[in-house]
């Protein structure tokens, strides 16, 4: 066992905290910049649920593929990844009310309450992450300062 253990001694815990966080931060942007590509498709899934479901504008449908796009960028720059968070949480939260709405509106049928509680759960882990990373940036930052 202490020869494993020395042989991990030359890998500090910060480098591993600092590839967990790339590793977390990677996922989530190929998720938000897939999805974020996915909005400018102007005959796909996106566009019918954008025009006819919900009534939003083509515009708009642009506008948070841009937003996911960039926060997903975002997340991948170390120094940024906290405003990346910030905004993909409100892009989040904007669409769990949307979806939360228009269940409301149009009666929530059994066969999509499974895709409505998913979207509850990926709301909450992506604010879940956010605050993980504004921790960390905080953290970060509150170091800097103490060392000057």
């Given amino acids: 066992m202490q020869r494993f253990q020395k042989q991990l001694s ?3 815990q910060e480098k591993v905290m600092s590839i967990f966080y790339w590793l977390i931060s990677a996922a989530l942007a190929d998720s ?3 999805n974020g590509i996915r909005k400018f498709d102007s005959e796909g899934f996106w566009s019918n649920s954008f025009l006819e ?7 708009f449908m642009y506008l948070i593929g841009v937003l996911e796009l960039v926060a ?3 997340l991948l720059v170390p120094k940024l990844r906290h405003l990346g968070s910030a905004v993909l949480a ?5 669409a769990l009310l949307t979806r939360s709405i228009f269940a409301v ?3 929530l049928p059994l066969e999509n309450a499974y895709f409505f509680f998913q979207d509850v759960l990926f709301f909450f882990s992506t604010i879940s992450i956010f605050l993980f990373f504004i921790a960390i940036w905080y953290r970060n930052n509150s170091a800097a300062v ?3």
């Fill in 72 to 74: 997903g960028v975002l």
């Fill in 32 to 34: 938000f910049i897939r």
């Fill in 90 to 94: 409100l892009v989040m939260l904007g």
């Fill in 53 to 59: 479901t919900w009534g939003f504008p083509l515009w």
């Fill in 10 to 12: 030359f890998i500090s």
């Fill in 105 to 107: 509106i149009n009666g």
């Fill in 146 to 148: 103490a060392a000057s």
